[in-house]
């Protein structure tokens, strides 16, 4: 168990709709990253949070965003959504702001 | 900008005997040097990593990988291999100092057999 949880584990939807995936990170981990995991694009880094900033930013499309809140837990909006955004969605977690550790089990999203 | 090459896209071995999964990595910068597995429907989990220091590096399961600066590489080995390292293995790179962006190769599907 890495200590990172990460809801939901499954979701499906349609086009043109917007979703929210959402990462607790491991207790006392500052830094969560988000990265897409596809057959054909591979793991995409997408976007990294630490204690609250946004500290790097990958292939995010403009129609993802995120954010890192107070108690340290993340969630990563994506909208307008694609038959190409099917996807896993992991989340990762670590102290440090550049050494993802622990990583969720990801979240499973189909687009019909 | 970095790059992460995988030259193996698939290794099969046998059990008990070794195996060298390559990575290569291009950067103009520095970089931290990492190996994730990724077991069927889970999520990845750091193997080990180089920041700094003594080349070589090993994991708690007996793996290990070695920092080529000249040859920009970071191969990963293990002497003898069983059948629960049956997994993906992927190659990241982070530049030091500046974005934090992780790079990932493409990932090698390694796969022991009895």
């Known amino acids: 168990d890495s200590g990172v949880t990460q809801t939901p584990k499954h979701l499906i939807t349609a086009t043109g709709q917007r979703v929210t995936l959402r990462c607790s990170p491991r207790s006392g981990d500052l830094s969560v990253y988000w990265y897409q995991q596809s057959l054909d694009q591979g793991l995409q880094f997408l976007i990294q949070y630490y204690n609250g900033e946004e500290r790097a930013k990958g292939n995010i499309l403009e129609r993802f965003s995120a954010q890192q809140f107070p108690d340290l837990h993340s969630e990563l909006n994506l909208s307008s959504l694609e038959l190409g955004d099917s996807a896993l969605y992991f989340c990762?977690?670590?102290?440090?702001?550049?050494?993802?550790?622990?990583f969720g089990d990801g979240t499973r999203l189909s687009i019909l | 900008a970095q790059s992460v090459t995988q030259l193996d896209s698939q290794v099969p071995v046998f059990e008990e005997a070794p195996v060298e999964l390559r990575c290569n990595y291009s950067?103009?910068?520095?970089?931290?040097l990492f190996w994730y597995v990724q077991y069927p429907n889970q999520g990845l989990q750091l193997l080990l990593k180089?920041?700094?220091?003594?080349?070589l590096v090993e994991s708690i399961n007996g793996f290990e990988a070695e920092f080529n600066k000249s040859q920009t590489s970071f191969h990963l080995r293990k002497p003898s291999v069983h059948i629960s390292d049956t997994a993906e293995y992927f190659c990241?790179?982070?530049?030091?100092?500046?974005?934090?962006?992780?790079?990932f190769g493409a990932g090698t599907r390694l796969f022991v057999k009895a």
């Open positions: 180089y920041l700094s220091g003594s080349t």
């Open positions: 950067s103009s910068v520095s970089v931290y």
């Open positions: 990762a977690s670590s102290l440090e702001v550049d050494q993802p550790q622990h």
């Open positions: 990241a790179v982070i530049p030091v100092g500046g974005g934090f962006k992780t790079i």
